[in-house]
Every structure is written in C-alpha cells, then in structure tokens.
C-alpha cells in the first residue's frame, strides 16, 4: 500500500492509516451524518481496539461516540508503533501513545455528503493522519480510477469521553429501529422533547410542552407502547424521562438506515438516557442524552427512594468504577464506570450519593484482566475521567448556594458541586478538557421545516435541490433548548444563573481551556 | 356540551384528511360548527383577513360511523368551537392506515377536540395514539357572526379549467408580479394575465363549461363574449389552487366585475366555497 | 380557424420568427446558462446564439441551430437584443417546469425588430398563452479569441463521473484550481477551503475518459463562483471537453442531448484568477 499517494514537500509523518472497505463505507458515511446532528466539532481517536469518532452538542448535554473495531476495516493501523514528530506531548499515565484530534464536523461531513452517491461509487476509503501538515486525510478511491482526497485540518485536543455506565441502568429496553421510528412518526417534525414513560405494565411516549409560550395551545400527544412489541425489557423503576426527540432521531436515523435494534439504557428523571447499537463486532455506537429534571418527578424520585431504598441503595454502592461490583446490578454484564454525567438535584440523599461518585472518580480506572465482550472494550475505551466539573470549580460559592436552593432544578443528573474542589488539582495540572463552547446559551438551531415543494422546480433541478435540502436537513445538530438540559458533563448553569457569573464562567473556561491554534 | 364521533372506514378517513388537509393550506384558524348533520369549517372575517370568507360543509353521515352531540341548549343544539385545522390534520394525518380514529370533545388541559387513533402495528398489538387538540369554544351569542354568507348576484358563472395546469401556470406567474387579473365570460372563456413593465402574459382557455346561474337575472342582453374580470392576489390564488388534495368533481367561478371572486367545490356531498378578496383598482 | 389566418398576415412584419413543436427544446438549453439575469440574444440564419456573462471574466453560450426549429425566418444577417433571461424562461416553462409523457408544449417566438418586445406564443391541450416581454440594448459581449491551435492540454470525458465533484465543490474554497498534465495525476481539480483542501483526480487511461491530450503540466485556478454555475450544463450533457490554451483560459463545452436525440452546445469560457500567485497543496 503506497504512503505517499501525492507529492510533498518534506518527509510525510502517519500516524494512524486505516482503509474502510467499499461495502462498509455506507455505515461510516452514515454515522458521521448521526453524529453531525449532534455536535459540530468530531473527535477522532484512533485507538488499538477501534476507531472512535465522537461528538458533544454545544450545551453538553447529549454526547454520541461511534467505535468502529479493527475488524470493520479492510486494514486498520492505529499508528501507535509509529513515533510523533516534534509535539512533545507526554504519556498519559499507563497509556500508549495516540492521537486524539478533532475536526470541524462539517468538513467530515462534506467528504460523506451523499451516502447514495458513496455506496454506488466508493470502493475503498483510506483514512490517514499527516502530523506534519496537520492533516485528517481521507482518500476516497471511486470507480473508473478516480480518486478523491479531502485533506481536513484538524486541532490535537483532549479526549472526548463521557462516562456513564449504561450496564447499571435499572431500566432497559431493546427495540427494533421500525418500532421506535413508527413510534416517534406521530409527533410533528418540530417537536423538540419526548418523555419516556415506563411502568412494568405500559410505556408511554408523549410529547413534552413547555411553559412557554402557551400550554394550553398547544398539541399534546401521547402514544402507548406494549412490552411485547419490544425484543427485551426490563423495568428496574417506574420512571418518566424527558429528552430530546431531534436527537433521538438523529440516532433512529441510523439504526433505521442499518436495520440494527437499539437499546435504551436510563433511570430516573435527571439521570442521562443511552441509546445503543451495536453490530456484533464491527461497530458500536452510544448516545448519551441528558434527561430533564423536574420537581414532579424529584418528589417521585423521593418517594419511591422511600420504598425502593434497597434498589437506591445498590445503586449507589455500584456506583464506583470497580469492576467487582458489577454482580450487584441487575444485568449479568460486567460492570463499568459510575454514571457520572449530568446534574442532579440537590435531595441529601442525592447529595450524599454524588459525593460518593466524587470519590470513586478519583480512584483510576482498572479493568480486570478477564474482562471480555465489546461492551466492556467500549467502556474502556471510554473509561478515561472526563473532567467535566471545569464549570463546579469555577462556580463561586454565591452561584452554588443559589442552585441548591432552586425550587425548579436545573436539568440533568450528576456530580456535586462540593466533590469538585477536589478536582481543581487535576485541572490545574492541564488534564483533560474538552474544548468548550464559548457560548452562554446554546441557540436553538430551528430544523428545516417541511414545507411542500414549490412547483417551479425543474426536473434537473430537482436533483441537486434534494441533495441540498437533504444535506440541509442532515447537517444541522439537534441542539436542544440551552434553559432546560444543562451539561451534562459541565457544571450545572442553574437557570436564575446570573449573566455576570455565568460570564465570569466563561472567561474562566476559556483560561484554562486548551489553544485553538490557527487552522493550519 | 358533548360530542364524540368515529371514523372506521379507511376511504373516510383519507377522504376526511384531504378535505381538511385542503382548508388547512387557506386558512390558519377558523369556526368548526357542530350540528347534528353537519361538521361546518367557516372562517367569516371580512375586514381583518383581507376579505375572505369559507364555508364548508362534510355532512357527518358521509364520515363518521358513530356520531353522537349534545350541543349547548336544547333549542340550539349546536357547537361551535375555533380551531387551528392545521393541529386537527396533523394529529389525523398519521392514521393513514388507521383501524378507527375517534374525535370526541374533552376538557383536558384546555377544551379539546381529542383525536384518539388506533394504529396497526407489525405486531398484533394495536398502538393507541391520542393528540389532544386545543379548541376554544365560541359563545352561543357570537353565533349570528357564523352564518352562510349570501351569494351576490354574479356577472359571470364558469366551470374552471384542470387544477394541475392551471396550478403550474399560477405558479410561473407568481414569480412575474402579485397581482392577477381573472376574468370569464359566458362564451366558456377563461383568462389569466399578469402585467409588470418588463413583461405581460396571458393564459388562454377555450371551451369551458358556463354552469347555469342559481337565480337568473335579466341579462340577456348582454354579449355572451363580454368579460367579468377582477384583480385578485396571486400567492393567495396560488395556496388555493395548491391546497386541493382533493379533485374535486367541479370547481365554479363567480365574478362580479372588480368586486367579487368566489369559488365554490364541490366533491361528493363537500362543498366548499371560498370569496377571495378583490384588489382594488 | 380565424385567428391562424390572422397571424399568418401578422407574421410578415416579424425579423424573426421560429417555430418548434417542443418548447423544452430551448427551455433546457437556456437553462444551461442562467446564472445572471440578463442575456444576449444573437439570432442568424444559423439559429440562435445566447449568452450570459458575469464580471467581465466568464461567458456561457447556448447554441441553438436552426434545425432544432420547424420553422425558422430571419429577414437580416443578424438580429441582436439583450433580455432578461429570467422572465424567458418563467414564459417558456409556463405551462410547467417537468416534462408530462404524452403532453408537449409548442412554442412560435416573434420579433418585429430593434424596439419590439420578445413575443412568445405557447400552447398545450387547447390552452394558449401569450407572452410579450421587453428588449433591451444589445451590447458588446466578451471575445475571448480562445482558439484552437493555442491549446496546450485538452480533455473530453462523460460528463457523469464530473457532475458529483463539480456539485460537491467545496463553495468555501475562492478558486477551482486544474491541473491537466501528461504525468500523474493527470487531470486533478482541486479547492481550498475553510476545512482543508480536496482534490478530485481524473486517470488518463480511466473509462471515463474519451481523449486525453497534454503536452505539458499546467496548473491554473479560477474563481469558483464564477465556474459553479456551469454544474447546470454539466449535469444536462452527456460529454464535456475540457480546454486550456497557453493563457490559462479555459473552454468547457458541452453536448447536450434534448428529448429528440437532438444535439446542442453549450459552451463556457473563463479566465485564470489573477489575484493567486502560487499552488497550495
């Protein structure tokens, strides 16, 4: 296989070169599509057991991770045996050398732009790393001897990991892509949130009506689901999750696209919900959605703590990252990292329960040697601590006592506050940080909105039309409404947060936040 | 105040989507009045939408399969709620292939018209799905603002030509000015034009059906070939003709010369008839 | 019929008169090169030539010969007018923009001199429209003097694996650089974007490759805006030739095959980019 396929100036250094053969080159095209209806910014990480490509929305609250196994390619080279020149970057503790990178999602997405187009077209996709250049290369090689180079800048950067640990989830549902599709065809294109209501006996799914402008004119809608329509089901606790529908459909897009069952890993309100797929051992992928909190269901949670104590508990005992504690949980799977993303509200219990994932966050990860199954290789590939309390150290003590005493609490589960004092050494030290979103509120992003086509189009003209308009459509992330789901890996922006701190927040993060360098 | 009513047959309910479908492409909110025969869409807002004006009947019976009311008194049995038809469609649009879908009037978070469908799924299972549709209702004393509007007598009466053409050629027109001047005679001629500075253009049709008048007046001395013709707003025109999902068996257009346009469809037992306002000149 | 009589004595104070039974015939051309509103209509006893340019640095030509016209009169060696292309093209595809199997509109184009509007009269089924559009001053076009003994490299290719690359450029890129050599890559086209650059590469012995002509390496970049709107003839021709003189002017022409296996051109010229000064990889 020729390294140097064009003509350079200098000595070319690869790392990582990797070839996706032509049968495979759909699915990639179509998770890099998924993706980019998340985030806007896609991490690569090739590591030995796969590549990762990831992404998080603006606001940090819904987080997707692709792991594409050595097996899904024709060739896979991680590039760990090959030396790095001139970046000076040191070992992470008991870590091979890789490269993590991050591009600009809609340059991927322009190398995938029609997948229609890819399918009939691609026979191979050569993916390559230039450190010299700084270059993510992807070489398209077409039918009739064309080939296609896509030579993107990327940034080095931190790992983009989040840690959750869907094995513990109490509840879970496996579905077929045609179920959920069908399900969630009865709301309206513009519908921003769902919630997932499950009972032993019944799921529903309705949609979510804000406070504003006006609940009463609004449509509600609401949807039954049998448990005999799913492959699997387990309700560990009754719960009522609100989320992200235009996420959620970024995620069904694909598993519709590849006709593979999803799973639905998630707790209560305020916890993260996952959503999983996985071909056996080609592919995997996670998306980890922030749920809304909301005081109805903190006085539910409450409540059923009372009676449900003993499963609360195992809970929260599992919670640290120790493998050995996995017997306890519900699933036979081996257990992996506590669920660390997102925001809780502040309920004592909850409080002491956060304070403990504090302290096991703290412990490194260890996996046991005899740990097996592709889930596990996903959780360790994602096993790194994300230091995603960036926000809590910065938070000043005013701002944190006023969350506390939020009567309508901010979304999304996870750490405390007091646990990320602790942290701040780490910080300091320059561990991990993904790059952060300047941005105080998240905009929403309106989706393209379905109007019927005008008819003076022409018939070549509706060629190209419908690709931009598809790729319109595709190339705008589902951000939810900044307000309501709160980072799930970054602090907790309480709603009443003030305009000053939050700013203060801000200018803090961008201190310690890592050089965007000039684009190469 | 009660009303519950079910849909069962497949070709009613696509029939009923269309038909709704339709209002909901002219009109953002309008009347549904309730009787016991009769479900009226009717939008009656002279002044403040420019001057249009719907009335459209669905007969129940060619509907619902179960229909049961009780209107607001005993004398007048009768409802009459406002509703955004667009909520109505999109709530019924995905019972398609529904087993049955039912309306019944509720009092949920607001007053609803509750749209529950039973949806076959690959499973046996049957999936349940219920919008809640929010309606207002409208006081039994603004009731007299809702009633038919009366026909003027017309200058002309014509059959209009195959809406696909004439939605094309509407379209092109659009693009070419705002303005476009209908006018027919009773010769079976119909004419489209647009005038800018830049451009004219005039469509021509020939061998159109003149549908006999509702009352005759004393005309006979006017020239069969003489036009009736007025100004109306060609994007209003243009969502019109784009909104008729169904084909309807006879479109009919009445013009009173620069002061009224009026269309009347009807399919089947619907009829819908629609005053476009006139532009002035 | 009265009115055909009519016209035939009217026809006689036309400079120009064409006749064809499928007015898609020109509408697909002039499609081809609408990327300005305006144009410049030449008709001689050839047929006629329309052309649009843009910053005095591209020039599109469609070429429609007198063949492809049932009836074509022309009372002077050359007749000239500029037109706004926009509004032709709203009249030509009056009757709609997709071909309908079986329907075909014919079309009778008229022009009584320096002056006189464009009049097109275009019928479907019995239904007439009349169209009557403005003229204006001629003036001077480009001439780029591309000749043929004064090209270096020259390509021709089936226009089908070009259609992606040139739909999928990348806008953000300014320029559209092309590389045409007797060695590897051969013929590459490549952009500079805000993510990075792309780089399309075309073998001379691959089968979309008609004829492969260069004699020496020669990379030159054009702005992008001004090539992206050649896609459109791109995506209508089967076959495309590529041209570079020994300026770095470039001549794309393309064969386009209407619905009656009838060929026309279309043909774009552009000048090199003056503001770059060397090749980025």
């Known amino acids: ?520 | 105040m009660r009303f519950r009513g079910k849909l069962v047959d497949i070709s009613c309910i696509q029939h009923f989507t269309r038909v709704l479908g339709t209002i909901s492409k002219i009109i953002k909110s309008c009347v549904l009045r309730i009787t016991p025969t009769t479900w009226y869409f009717i939008l009656s807002e002279k002044v403040v939408s420019g001057g249009v004006q719907i009335w459209c009947e669905l007969p129940q019976g060619h509907f619902f399969d179960e229909y049961a009311m009780d209107g607001v008194s005993a004398e007048d049995n009768e409802i009459y709620l406002e509703v955004v038809p667009e909520n109505l469609v999109k709530a019924i649009r995905t019972a398609q292939a529904a087993k049955w879908i039912k309306i019944k009037l509720t009092k949920k978070h607001a007053p609803c018209l509750t749209v529950e469908v039973d949806l076959p799924t690959v499973s046996a299972h049957s999936r349940l799905v219920v919008h809640d549709v929010p309606v207002s209702v409208v006081p039994h004393r603004m009731w007299p603002d809702y009633q038919e509007p009366e026909l003027p007598q017309f200058d002309v009466s014509i059959c209009m030509p195959q809406i696909k053409t004439l939605r094309n050629i509407v379209e092109k027109m659009k693009n070419l000015n705002n303005c476009l001047t209908l006018a027919a005679n009773y010769n079976g001629e119909l004419k489209l034009s647009v005038s800018t500075d830049m451009v004219s253009v005039s469509t021509h049709y020939q061998d159109l059906v003149n549908p006999v008048r509702r009352d005759m007046g004393s005309d006979e001395d006017r020239e069969p070939q003489a036009f009736s013709e007025a100004k109306i707003d060609i994007r209003r025109f243009a969502q019109f003709l784009s909104g008729q999902q169904v084909i309807p068996n006879r479109v009919i257009c009445n013009i009173v010369h620069k002061r009224v346009v009026h269309f009347y469809l009807q399919h089947e037992d619907v009829s819908l008839q629609y005053f476009m306002p006139v532009i002035a000149t | 019929m009265a009115l055909s009589t009519q016209q035939s004595n009217d026809d006689d104070q036309y400079v120009l008169l064409a006749k064809l039974d499928n007015v898609r015939h020109v509408s697909t051309i002039l499609k081809a090169i609408h990327f300005k509103e305006i144009a410049t209509l030449f008709a001689s006893p050839m047929g006629l030539k329309v052309t649009v340019e843009d910053a005095k640095c591209v020039q599109a030509n469609a070429f429609i010969q007198e063949s492809i016209f049932h009836h074509y009169i022309i009372k002077e060696e050359q007749v000239n007018f500029k037109i706004n292309l926009t509004v032709l093209l709203e009249c030509l595809t009056i009757f709609g923009s997709s071909a309908v199997p079986g329907v075909s509109t014919s079309l009778k184009m008229c022009y009584a001199g320096y002056g006189c509007p464009l009049l097109l009269i275009l019928e479907e089924d019995g239904v007439l429209t009349d169209c009557s559009i403005k003229t204006l001053e001629p003036d001077e076009v480009l001439d780029f003097n591309f000749l043929s003994t004064n090209v270096i490299n020259k390509i021709i290719m089936k226009s089908e694996c070009l259609k992606e690359a040139f739909s999928e450029l990348d806008m953000t890129s300014d320029v559209l650089q092309i590389l045409l050599s007797p060695d590897p890559p051969y013929f590459r086209l490549s952009t500079f974007g805000n993510s990075g650059s792309t780089h399309s590469d075309f073998p001379k012995d691959s089968d979309m490759v008609e004829s492969f002509q260069c004699t020496q390496t020669q990379t030159n970049r054009y702005k992008i805006s001004l090539l992206k709107p050649s896609v459109k003839a791109l995506t209508l021709s089967a076959r495309v030739s590529i041209r570079i003189d020994n300026r770095g002017f470039l001549s794309l022409q393309y064969m386009i095959k209407n619905e009656d296996g009838q060929v026309c051109f279309v043909e774009y010229y552009c000048s090199p980019d003056e503001d770059v000064d060397e090749a980025e990889h």
Do not use: W
Request: glycine letters at 4%; aromatic letters at 6%.
């Open chain 1, 1 to 520: 296989m020729k390294e140097h396929e064009f003509r350079s100036c200098g000595e070319i250094i690869l790392k990582m070169n990797c070839v996706i053969p032509g049968v495979n080159i759909k699915v990639f095209g179509r998770a890099v599509h998924s993706l980019s209806r998340i985030g806007e910014e896609l991490y690569v990480e090739p590591l030995e057991h796969g590549l990762a490509l990831r992404t998080v929305n603006s606001s940090r609250s819904a987080y997707a991770c692709f792991l594409f196994a050595p097996s899904f390619f024709q060739h896979y080279d991680d590039g760990s045996g090959q030396t790095i020149n001139g970046s000076g970057k040191e070992e992470e503790e008991g870590e091979e050398e890789s490269i993590r990178c991050k591009i600009a999602m809609k340059s991927c997405l322009t190398v995938f732009k029609s997948v229609y187009t890819l399918e009939k077209t691609v026979e191979r996709c050569k993916i390559k790393l230039d450190m010299n250049e700084s270059r993510l290369i992807f070489q398209l090689h077409c039918r009739h001897g064309i080939v296609k180079t896509h030579n993107l800048a990327f940034i080095e950067c931190e790992t983009l990991q989040a840690v959750f640990s869907k094995d513990m989830c109490p509840n879970s549902l496996r579905a077929s892509a045609r179920l959920l599709c069908d399900a969630v065809q009865n709301f309206q294109n513009n519908q921003e949130e769902v919630t997932l209501i499950v009972k032993p006996d019944k799921i529903l799914l309705k949609n979510y009506v804000e406070d504003e402008p006006d609940p009463t004119k609004v449509v509600h809608t609401e949807l039954r689901l049998e448990p005999e329509e799913f492959d699997n089901i387990q309700v560990g606790v009754d719960s009522e999750v609100t989320f992200c529908l235009k996420e959620m459909r970024a995620i069904l897009a694909f598993a519709e696209a590849t006709n593979l069952p999803i799973s639905l890993k998630f707790e209560t309100a305020g916890r993260p919900i996952v959503f999983s797929i996985d071909s056996d051992s080609a592919f995997e992928a996670n998306f980890v959605l922030a749920t809304l909190a909301d005081t109805m269901t903190q006085q539910r949670v409450s409540s059923q703590a009372e009676s449900k104590t003993s499963q609360k508990r195992k809970y929260t005992s599992n919670s640290r990252p120790s493998v050995k504690a996995s017997n306890k949980s519900q699933n036979s799977r081996k257990e992996s990292d506590s669920m660390h993303v997102g925001r809780a509200n502040k309920t004592e219990e909850q409080s002491a329960r956060i304070n403990e994932h504090e302290e096991s966050r703290r412990k490194p990860n260890n996996k046991s040697p005899d740990e097996q199954g592709r889930s596990n290789r996903l959780n360790a590939a994602l096993s790194e601590l994300m230091n995603d309390d960036m926000d809590d150290v910065m938070l000043d003590q005013e701002t944190r006592e006023e969350i506390s005493k939020q009567p309508i609490p901010p979304a999304s589960g996870a750490t405390s506050v007091s646990g990320r004092d602790n942290e701040t050494d780490r910080i300091t030290t320059g561990s991990p940080v993904p790059s952060t979103s300047r941005e105080n509120v998240s905009p929403l992003i309106p989706l393209q909105s379905s109007k019927p086509q005008i008819f003076n189009i022409t018939t070549e003209d509706i060629e190209m039309k419908e690709n931009e308009e598809e790729e319109e459509e595709e190339l705008v992330p589902g951000t939810p409404p900044s307000k309501r789901f709160r980072s799930m890996f970054f602090g907790s922006q309480a709603s009443t947060i003030t305009q000053s701190s939050q700013k203060a927040l801000t200018k803090e993060l961008s201190v310690l936040a890592e050089d965007t360098d000039d684009e190469g």
